[in-house]
């Protein structure tokens, strides 16, 4: 089936520094990808929606300065979170629509700012 | 707008009995697709069904079973014979149906589940 590889899994960074999130789907082309936020003990919350070869459209409140999303290829996407600070410590997951018109997800990336 | 309503917050089970998860949604569309995920504390999710919405057949796959009923806007999700390794939150999810559209999933809040042995 349709999978996708997300890199770091775990990342700790010092606060003021910027953090790469890598997101490939391994098997499919995905034109589109969707990058989530989860906080602790709470529902995944969208962030942006990215769409291979055009900019991303962010959800309302979401910084696209902080939150820079990059979609230049059908099978990578990344996010960057630039100049980082504790408050951005999170669970990032990212997915992609897959051919089966199924959502196909990620395995998550935490981030720790200190 | 869509809203998916998980109205269980947290729920614990003894082992092997069995527990619904209600899912409640709202939509304009007039299709769409249903999904339950899987988060155990590891935090990748799972992906344990999708159903469309001009399919209201009821799913049964060993012991999870899914009750899709569209006159009350629900999609239940019951585990039969329940285990320690089914503790996870569990999450509810809606997105928009048709062609090859950016459409968003819309997550409901998740219910915790604890199976305690």
């Known amino acids: 089936g349709a999978v996708v590889s997300q890199h770091p899994s775990r990342v700790i960074c010092k606060s003021g520094t910027s953090v790469k999130i890598e997101c490939r789907s391994l098997d499919f082309q995905a034109t589109t990808m969707f990058w989530y936020r989860q906080f602790p003990k709470q529902s995944l919350m969208l962030m942006a929606t990215?769409?291979?070869?055009?900019?991303?459209?962010?959800e309302q409140g979401v910084e696209k300065d902080k939150f820079l999303i990059n979609h230049a290829s059908l099978t990578l996407s990344t996010l960057t979170v630039t100049s980082a600070h504790p408050e951005d410590s999170s669970f990032y997951i990212c997915s992609a629509r897959d051919l089966g018109n199924g959502y196909t997800f990620g395995s998550g990336t935490r981030l720790t700012v200190v | 707008a869509q809203k998916v309503t998980q109205a269980q917050t947290e729920i614990s089970v003894v082992e092997k009995e069995d527990v619904t998860l209600d899912c409640v949604y709202e939509?304009?569309?007039?299709?769409?697709?249903l999904f339950w995920y899987k988060q155990p504390p590891s935090g990748e999710l799972v992906f344990l069904i999708r159903?469309?919405?001009?399919?209201?057949q009821n799913e049964i796959s060993g012991r999870y079973s899914w009750n899709f009923q569209k006159s009350t806007s629900s999609f239940n999700f019951t585990i039969t014979a329940s285990q320690v390794v089914d503790s996870a939150v569990y999450f509810c999810a809606l997105s928009a149906a048709g062609g090859a559209g950016s459409y968003q999933l819309t997550f409901g809040k998740g219910t915790k589940l604890s199976v305690i042995p």
């Open positions: 939509t304009r569309d007039t299709t769409y697709y």
């Open positions: 159903r469309n919405s001009f399919d209201e």
């Open positions: 990215s769409n291979e070869g055009s900019k991303a459209t962010y």
